[in-house]
Each structure stands twice: as structure tokens, then as C-alpha cells.
């Protein structure tokens, strides 16, 4: 049994009202619950929510792609000083980010306020896990 199945079943929800909940299908809840594909950093967002927190973070199993940061602040004309600015960071901090280092969740969660990108934009999506 996964974890996620688990909490589901602590707080006694059906598969169709998690799913429903979160805004996926119930054939996509039954494959994150049997492990063969991990959430999406959005969905998994979704799950913590109505989960209570009780859903571990997944985030690690994805891979931060710097170069999209870096492609997204350059359309949007601005410089690295001044995200930095906007997310209460600094401009080297930046510069780090976009260079492979992972922002921790709560500049994750800034910059995709920021900027109006989903979280799951920055992310390399592992392949999925064979049944």
C-alpha cells in the first residue's frame, strides 16, 4: 500500500471523492496509489491539500531544469536583480537557480506567483515506472 492510499484511507475517502477533490481522473489516482507514476508537482500540491499535509513531498523524484527559469525570466525582459527583488532573494541566488540549483519550496512557490507559471513548468517529469 502506498502512502498515498494510506492517508486516503485514514481520512475514509472513496478513490472517486480523492479524485474528484484533487481534479484528476480515478484511473490516474489508482496508478499514483499503486506507485507506477508519481504526481505531478501540481497534483501532488493538490493531494497535500486535501490530505491535510499528511502526503510526503515527491519533489525530490522530479528534476529542477534551470535553463527554463532562465528562458522564462529573459520573455519576460527582466533581469536577474530584479526577480530577485520580487521574490525577497538575491540576484545570485538567481544566477544558481539557473544554473541547476533547486529553489526551496517556498521560492518555488513565490516565483510561480510571480511569474503566472505552473510549478510543474520548471520540472523535468521522471519517466513512468513500468507496472
Not at 500500500?1 to 485514514?10: A, G, P, V
Not at 522564462?72 to 538575491?90: E, Y
Amino acid at each position: 500500500m502506498t502512502y498515498y492510499k494510506e492517508q486516503r484511507e485514514k481520512m475514509k475517502l472513496s478513490q472517486a471523492s480523492l479524485a474528484e477533490r484533487v481534479g484528476i481522473s480515478v484511473q490516474a489516482l489508482q496508478r499514483i496509489e499503486m506507485g507506477a507514476v508519481l504526481p505531478s508537482p501540481q497534483i501532488w500540491f493538490r493531494l497535500n491539500n486535501v490530505l491535510s499535509g499528511r502526503v510526503r513531498c515527491d519533489l525530490n523524484e522530479y528534476r529542477w531544469n534551470g535553463e527554463k527559469l532562465y528562458d522564462l525570466r529573459v520573455s519576460l525582459h527582466i533581469t536577474q536583480k530584479t526577480l530577485a527583488r520580487q521574490l525577497s532573494t538575491t540576484d545570485a541566488h538567481i544566477s544558481k537557480w539557473e544554473n541547476g540549483a533547486q529553489p526551496r519550496l517556498t521560492f518555488l512557490t513565490r516565483l510561480c506567483e510571480q511569474t503566472g507559471t505552473r510549478l510543474d513548468y520548471f520540472f523535468d517529469m521522471p519517466e513512468e515506472k513500468a507496472n
